[in-house]
């Protein structure tokens, strides 16, 4: 979007006040707080050597997401839609803690999955209250919990069903599954009325007379977090209402990326509490992926069944990680990090198809023609069919970029690549003297926008390409119509080397190892 000249602010930022935190920080002896701390340069740093181009990336425990929570929960407060009722709640007796959300396990009350948070199933993705579930026990010491009654209070998600199924209703350009998901709920279920407060001391306390010492739900402050993030980034660029431009213009679009255990937040939550506000704009796209597993197992951190993100960058540069990623992306269907696959992928396709034959081309190039693109003489057909083909694969590029096929959209790069390796084994330009310089000139042009198109998958790759091809070109200056730029006769490159390398066995079997896989 950015290479396409629009406006782009991409905000992100760490999730701090759920439950889950808090129990985290019990068995370490920390302070929420102190865990947080903790964690969020790690992440911040690993983004940031992976190439994630975020313009910010906040924090939801920070005063400006307290403060946005606060402003956000009180006109809801003032519209009607929060009202105070009287529940059960589990509560143990040993540790003397309310239990929400993470705080108990037990069966889900819709589908029979065992060992499932009192907040959300993983496996139907149903959302219920804590109290629902089935044979719960307390996760601080595995004890059986009792039932207490307390006041809470309750957001009126009931009386937003019909305008949230108008706002679904016209997003078939959705994701299937995600559509057919979100309307099946809407319509089968509809929304019931959720408890939104919680009994502990970490988080955005609920602005509501009567709910003091309570803090909002962490699934209906967190979301607001991509609303504070962004006026986070208008107070660091030093413009405070520059976040406007961007929530409460209508001509905005809000593209959401998630995880399909998220899909119900987003697709229906997000939408109904800005609905119920009124000032805010909604999501466009709810771009969501299934899961990712590891060798067939749902990734673990508990049981070290997973891979650590800022551990592989040591092993790695983050093209390959990037590359991997987005060709095994779940866009469609749960799919699988396999080490093995890794490799054949790195292997096979980023290093065999693309790598190889780009410096193929730039090295002869630089050893035939003194790093000095040739002219080309008088174009025949086949040149003219691979000039043809740059601008065709191209537009299907764009078009399924821009409708957040990321997976199909790469395969395009190798699919370019492909034709160019076949031109060059056609031409025989090492063999056929008279087929030298045009089919030299003409494989450059394949170079050229092989570059420019690996921008938003291999921005790292790209920007050395751009500095080989000697371009007054970076991966944050180029834009889209680049591509369609020749490089001219005459223009002198810089000396090649090969942009990947090979992942080997000894190194696969060493990531396997700490598997405990053979």
């Not at 402050?221 to 929530?247: C, H, M, R």
């Not at 699919?415 to 390796?421: T, Y």
Request: charged share 25%; with cysteine.
């Amino acid at each position: 979007m950015r290479m396409l000249g629009h406006e782009v602010l991409f905000v992100c930022g760490t999730d701090e006040n759920a439950s889950s935190i808090v129990l985290e920080a019990m068995k370490k002896g920390m302070t929420p707080q102190q865990l947080c701390d903790m964690f969020y340069p790690i992440q911040r740093d690993t983004f940031a050597k992976l190439g994630i181009s975020f313009d910010i990336f906040s924090r939801t425990s920070k005063k400006i997401h307290y403060d946005t929570v606060y402003e956000f929960y009180s006109k809801l407060w003032e519209k009607g839609y929060i009202y105070k009722k009287r529940i059960k709640q589990w509560y143990c007796p040993k540790d003397e803690k309310v239990l929400p959300d993470r705080f108990v396990k037990g069966t889900c009350p819709i589908c029979g999955a065992p060992d499932q948070y009192g907040e959300a199933c993983e496996v139907c993705a149903s959302w219920y209250e804590a109290i629902e579930l089935i044979d719960p026990i307390c996760t601080l010491c595995g004890g059986k919990p009792v039932v207490i009654e307390k006041d809470h209070y309750f957001l009126k998600l009931s009386a937003l069903t019909q305008e949230v199924l108008n706002y679904v209703k016209p997003k078939k350009f959705w994701r299937k599954s995600t559509y057919n998901k979100t309307i099946s709920w809407l319509e089968k279920e509809g929304l019931k009325d959720k408890d939104i407060t919680r009994d502990y001391d970490w988080g955005p306390p609920a602005p509501f007379p009567g709910a003091e010492g309570q803090v909002l739900y962490n699934w209906v402050e967190n979301l607001l977090g991509y609303i504070s993030a962004t006026k986070d980034w208008s107070i660091q660029v030093g413009q405070p209402d520059a976040w406007k431009k961007f929530w409460l213009d209508p001509e905005t679009r809000l593209y959401c990326f998630i995880g399909k255990d998220n899909l119900f937040f987003h697709t229906i939550l997000f939408p109904a509490i800005l609905i119920a506000h009124g000032d805010y704009i909604l999501p466009y796209n709810v771009v969501v992926n299934e899961f990712v597993n590891l060798e067939g197992q749902k990734l673990s951190t508990s049981r070290g069944w997973v891979i650590w993100l800022h551990e592989m960058l040591e092993d790695y540069d983050p093209d390959l990680i990037r590359y991997y990623a987005a060709i095994i992306a779940p866009e469609t269907k749960d799919s699988d990090f396999r080490w093995k696959d890794f490799q054949a992928k790195i292997n096979n396709e980023l290093v065999a198809t693309l790598g190889n034959f780009i410096h193929r081309v730039l090295l002869f190039v630089y050893t035939k023609f003194g790093g000095i693109v040739p002219e080309p003489g008088v174009l025949e057909l086949q040149d003219k069919e691979l000039l043809e083909n740059i601008e065709r694969l191209a537009a299907m590029f764009k078009n399924r970029v821009e409708n957040c096929r990321f997976k199909s959209g790469l395969k395009i790069i190798l699919e370019l690549a492909q034709l160019g390796n076949k031109y060059l084994n056609d031409m025989e330009p090492w063999a056929v003297m008279e087929n030298a310089p045009r089919a030299t000139y003409i494989a450059m042009q394949v170079v050229k926008t092989l570059c420019i198109l690996m921008v938003p998958y291999l921005p790292f790759t790209a920007h050395k390409l751009m500095n080989i091809l000697n371009l007054n070109l970076t991966p944050e200056t180029t834009r889209w119509e680049e591509f369609r730029i020749p490089i001219k006769p005459q223009h002198k490159i810089n000396k090649p080397e090969p942009l990947f390398r090979k992942v080997t066995d000894e190194e696969i079997s060493k990531h396997m190892a700490k598997l405990n896989l053979t």
